[in-house]
């Protein structure tokens, strides 16, 4: 029986997580590999200057259409006053730091989870630098992306420096969005008649 096995039996929850409901997804996911197809759907509208408006509701996921929420998730983007905004809304490059955020934070607690780690506290700070000339066409040479995001992660779990140290490195290569943010990921735009 490995750590994973004995973590999942033997706690209810850890973390905030059902051990019970892990332990059976884990268990459909290995005999039906097809019900880890997902599909995430974010729909946005142009207000005004940089303002827009993204709603999110619907998804596909373990096999089916999902219907468990019953209103769309809103989240304004807008812009400082510096890059001609109002502050309507934090602007899409920190929206990019929160869903990395909330990512590494949620696959950090389930991996901890698994191995039977129970965290105590977990905070994160990012932080990533942007040439605008990229993004204004100033420079062709200047990318308009960060060109490298910082992630310090305070952390306080019962377990080793050791255990802890293996635990954040292999969260990246886990988190979806660290993953997709750290890979050329194809980004097809379409014009829609």
């Not at 706690?11 to 997580?17: D, F, K």
């Not at 096999?63 to 304004?76: H, I, K, L, N, P």
């Not at 700070?125 to 204004?136: A, P």
């Amino acid at each position: 029986m490995t750590m994973h096995d004995k973590t999942m039996r033997a706690a209810p929850t850890v973390n905030g997580l059902d051990m019970q409901a892990a332990t059976a997804t884990i268990a459909a996911l290995k005999a039906n590999p097809e019900l880890a197809q997902f599909q995430f759907r974010a729909r946005n509208k142009w207000i005004d200057g940089g303002v827009n408006i993204s709603t999110i509701r619907d998804f596909y996921g373990a096999g089916r259409e999902d219907d468990s929420r019953a209103t769309d998730f809103t989240f304004t983007n807008g812009e400082p006053p510096v890059l001609l905004g109002n502050n309507e809304g934090a602007n899409p490059v920190e929206f990019l730091l929160h869903a990395l955020a909330g990512c590494v934070t949620t696959t950090t607690v389930l991996h901890a989870a698994a191995r039977g780690i129970t965290i105590f506290e977990l905070s994160t700070e990012l932080e990533g630098e942007i040439d605008v000339q990229g993004l204004l066409g100033l420079d062709d040479s200047v990318s308009p992306g960060y060109r490298e995001i910082r992630i310090k992660m305070h952390i306080e779990a019962d377990c080793s420096d050791e255990d802890l140290d293996e635990l954040l490195a292999f969260t990246p290569a886990h988190s979806p969005v660290c993953t997709t943010v750290c890979r050329p990921v194809p980004v097809k735009v379409e014009r829609v008649r």
